[in-house]
């Protein structure tokens, strides 16, 4: 091989530049440290007293509580990595396919610092106007191991906060499908920082941290809106601004290892009964109820889509039966604990056919979502919420609200409203950021990276020797 | 278009029937179903009511266990089975082997759900199979039922249950690898899961089932799981027959790390199928773990030594194949034997084991990926063992064993796998012939040199 000593050159100057920026990120991650490792250290010191003082209203640890809630920690946790990772992995070319499950890795990595550090405060801390968390609980200050009265009674606080975090984890790497085999990883991780600051930490406040939507009575069990519709609505604005992949329409783009997809597929399934069981903060009757309504519609997502593809384009493929798994999983997530199996089957029925159209006529709207997070994640979340505000009854979750079916229709147009939201915030917050990402460091990377291929131009390892 | 129509026209009736009554139980069940125990949502506001005690006793930490083991059951079949198999055939033909597991993951939940569930452990008829009461999980609520587990929502139960009604059939797919028609494949595993499996489930398992009556013991399904795939697998093999160039041209597994990496999460998924069985957290869950691990390792360490011997190398398949065999011989009896006679069934698996697969060639039959002398003769080994080492000092609510004084035991575990492969064997082999009948087994010969991936599915595993 042939090497240009000024391609060389130049390759090293922007090593330089790209190194200035990761730099620079650490250094800020550092200050923020600095900064509130004050108040985690006395935290912890004052962790005794603080116990003492909070002990007040006696809430009593329940370890089967306990135990569920960690393992479904756990249980998301391998959602992100290595099941998403995996799962994104074997859909892009062999040249990328290092880069696709770094962008996972990292931002897992990156987020659960942030979390602990601001995220969780601004999503669940003392309410401000209903908009925003205050900086009382910064760097888990005041969050120990006593049970808050409203995040799960019967577990420690921090095991919430610790479930929560999985959950501020995966949503930004959601998002990595649609901007995946050109974007610089240095954009990525800037991105994904500033995400899950600007956007994910005020709609989880406003859904579940106390805030807005919240006590208009909104209901979302485990993420369609927080998570669902706000990443999928920001890998449209990502897909879009980003533009498409060179030869998109052109080139031969098949997933390089199926098995993989399918590995993540499996992984992915399998967390999610801790995503959505999980949410229940609890082992117990809803759990189950819960458990079994995310199965019932996976597996009918799974099929229909399957059926779908067959009738529409002649055989049923693998790929397909994995995208119906994973629609009729995030369209049912903010309806898991509000609805029973039937209408858990009725909503895997529409996950299966509206996700496979919208990922069919992606094609004619121009924008390369590389590997549909907009049709998954983006139309099961609006459908799945809508469908809460259809399905949700009482007689399932004493503490939810009754749907449409059950006589309430205002419970409708609340969960349209929080769709318009979120939509809305997300489309506005990630285009700004996109915008400050691409001034500060540049989205894309250089044309002839990316014909490279990322795992050679950001990262100087190859996946398969 | 023909073809879709042929398909569409046997799966779709069987299933509108089945549709039309199951949901009216699930309309009924999801209209009036009771409050759950504990109202705690994820809207904080709400959830600010306490946990509200109710009657029932859910206990949390058995819950927890369940779901935990159901969850760790599902990962059994997909990935961990898909992948187990997908590993093993060859290149042309990963993607349809794993779909075959992945399908059946969603066919049987739907089956399970609206009419299985009922089949196999509704209220008794006569001793052979359950009522239709529970059609469409009707009544299967939240609040425990005392006859299955007692301190866990009814649902829970159900749901695990599903697990294992899923991973059966899969299991088979085994021994039809390579070869059968998608279309045909989906028909076939809705008749088999709705007429072996959850007839024999009821025998077993349910209250009132005549297996069950006799005394027979089955902890986990050696005999409802895996002698009946087992037999199922050696029908499946002799109708299918042989895959073509079978004997003469090369068909090594095309990627083993990936069959190491299925073998590895079927033995994390398989604490789940067998400690979780005890359907609670507690003495005997853990005394089921443990005995579940030892004879996992046992058999791999048997059957490597054996190979090693016999062969001269030790191979990473082969170990792969002993964990597993060593899996399915314990499963029967793990609720009911000690760990130092786990380790003996364990070595004594491996070694059975690793000469049915050696013998399998001179029997002539194709089963491609050892299904029949892994699970079938493993299950076998492990029911009769069950009859052996069982101990009433281990589970109270078992029996004694041979060992322990009680020979009739042997002799009602012999009568409980006799009964399963008989009925497994050809129930089996006449859902073949009605499914050949209708829409022929095999795909085209020109379709099996392709490969499963592209004639069946239009896509390839790499590219």
């Not at chain 1, 920026?21 to 108040?39: D, Q």
């Not at chain 2, 076998?380 to 063992?385: C, D, E, F, P």
């Amino acid at each position: 091989m042939v090497i240009d000593p000024a391609r060389i050159d130049k390759r090293n100057r922007r090593r330089r530049g790209v190194f200035s920026v990761i730099g620079l990120t650490i250094a800020v991650m550092l200050g923020t440290l600095a900064v509130f490792t004050g108040s985690v250290a006395a935290q912890d010191t004052t962790a005794a007293s603080a116990q003492a003082v909070a002990a007040t209203p006696v809430l009593k640890i329940d370890t089967g509580d306990t135990a569920w809630v960690l393992t479904s920690t756990a249980l998301v946790l391998a959602m992100t990595m290595p099941g998403l990772a995996l799962f994104y992995g074997g859909l892009v070319r062999g040249k990328n396919v290092l880069g696709t499950i770094m962008q996972s890795l990292a931002i897992l990595c990156m987020v659960s610092l942030l979390w602990i550090l601001v995220g969780y405060s601004l999503a669940f801390g003392p309410d401000k106007g209903g908009i925003i968390g205050g900086l009382e609980w910064i760097g888990l200050s005041g969050v120990g191991s006593d049970p808050h009265p409203v995040y799960g009674p019967t577990i420690p606080h921090q095991v919430f906060m610790l479930f929560q975090l999985m959950f501020a984890a995966i949503t930004p790497a959601l998002i990595t499908g649609a901007v995946a085999e050109r974007m610089k990883f240095s954009a990525l991780l800037l991105f994904a920082a500033l995400w899950s600051l600007v956007i994910y930490t005020p709609v989880a406040h406003w859904i579940w941290g106390g805030g807005w939507l919240g006590k208009m009575g909104a209901l979302d069990f485990a993420g369609g809106a927080v998570v669902h519709i706000s990443s999928g609505v920001s890998a449209l604005v990502c897909a879009i601004v980003l533009g498409k992949r060179k030869g998109h329409g052109a080139d031969y783009m098949a997933p390089h290892n199926l098995p993989f997809t399918l590995l993540g597929t499996g992984l992915l399934w399998f967390g999610w009964f801790g995503f959505n069981a999980g949410s229940a903060l609890g082992a117990n009757g809803l759990a189950a109820s819960t458990f079994l309504a995310t199965h019932a519609a996976a597996a009918t997502g799974a099929l229909v889509w399957m059926g779908v593809e067959w009738v529409h384009r002649g055989k049923p493929t693998v790929l397909g039966l994995a995208s119906g798994a994973v629609a009729g999983l995030a369209t049912v997530t903010p309806a898991s604990g509000y609805v029973g199996p039937f209408h858990a089957i009725i909503i895997g029925v529409f996950a299966g056919v509206l996700c496979y159209f919208a990922v069919v006529w992606k094609g004619r709207m121009g924008y390369d979502d590389s590997l549909d997070v907009v049709g998954i994640h983006g139309v099961g979340g609006v459908f799945g919420v809508l469908a809460t505000g259809v399905f949700a009854s009482k007689a399932i979750n004493a503490a939810g609200a009754d749907g449409l079916l059950f006589g309430n229709a205002g419970q409708l147009g609340i969960q349209a409203i929080m769709v318009a939201a979120v939509m809305l915030f997300s489309v506005i917050g990630t285009w700004m950021i996109l915008k400050v990402v691409d001034a500060a460091v540049g989205l894309r990377v250089a044309p002839e990276d990316e014909s490279t291929g990322l795992d050679l131009s950001q990262h100087n390892e190859r996946a398969y020797s | 278009m023909n073809r879709y129509f042929r398909i569409m026209t046997s799966i779709l009736p069987v299933f509108a029937c089945a549709i039309l009554a199951g949901t009216t139980g699930l309309y009924a069940q999801d209209a009036g179903a009771p409050a759950p125990a504990a109202p705690i949502v994820a809207a904080p506001e709400a959830a600010a009511v306490p946990a509200a005690p109710v009657a029932s006793k859910i206990d949390t930490g058995d819950t927890t266990w369940v779901l935990v083991s159901t969850a760790m059951v599902l990962a059994m079949t997909a990935p961990g089975l898909a992948l187990f198999y997908g590993g093993m055939v060859r290149s042309k033909n990963a993607l349809g082997t794993i779909m075959q597991s992945f399908v059946i993951l969603c066919l049987i939940s739907i089956q399970w759900v609206l009419w299985g569930y009922s089949l196999a452990f509704g209220p008794d008829k006569g001793h052979l199979i359950g009522g239709l009461e529970w059609i469409g999980l009707n009544g299967v609520g939240l609040e425990p039922n005392a006859d299955y587990a007692a301190t866990i929502p009814h649902q829970a139960f159900m749901i695990f249950q599903m697990m294992f009604a899923v991973i059966t059939p899969a299991l088979i797919t085994g021994a039809v690898a390579e070869r059968m028609k998608f279309s045909a494949f989906l028909v076939f595993t809705l008749l088999w899961a709705t007429f072996i499996y959850d007839p024999l489930a009821h025998w077993v398992w349910a209250v009132g089932g005549w297996v069950r009556n006799l005394g027979a013991l089955d902890f986990a399904g050696g005999t409802v799981v895996h002698i009946s795939s087992g037999a199922a697998a050696l029908a499946c093999a002799i109708v299918l027959k042989k895959r073509l160039g079978y004997g003469r041209e090369h068909m090594v597994p095309h990627n083993l790390p990936m069959t190491v990496l299925g073998a590895s999460m079927l033995w994390f998924g398989w604490f789940g199928f067998n400690s979780g069985s005890a359907v609670a957290s507690g003495a005997l869950a853990v005394s089921a773990f443990v005995v579940t691990h030892t004879a996992a390792a046992a058999a791999a360490l048997a059957w490597m030594i054996v190979e090693w011997m016999y062969r001269g190398k030790p191979t990473v398949l082969g170990a792969a194949s002993g964990a597993v065999a060593g899996l399915v011989a314990i499963t029967p009896a793990s609720g009911f034997v000690g760990p130092m006679a786990s380790i003996v069934i364990g070595l004594v698996a491996g070694v059975l084991c690793y000469l049915a697969v050696l013998w399998k060639s001179k029997l002539g039959y194709d089963d491609a990926l050892d299904v029949v002398g892994i699970h079938g003769v493993g299950g076998i080994w492990g029911a009769l063992a069950t009859g052996l080492f069982a101990s009433k000092a281990i589970n109270a609510a078992g029996a004694d064993g041979l060992f322990y004084g009680n020979p009739a035991q042997l002799g009602i575990q012999a009568m409980a796998v006799l009964v399963s492969v008989v009925f497994a064997f050809v129930g089996t082999f006449v859902i073949l012939k009605l499914v050949d009948g209708l829409m022929g087994l095999r795909v085209s010969e020109e379709d099996e040199r392709k490969g499963l991936d592209l004639s069946q599915h239009d896509e390839r595993a790499y590219s």
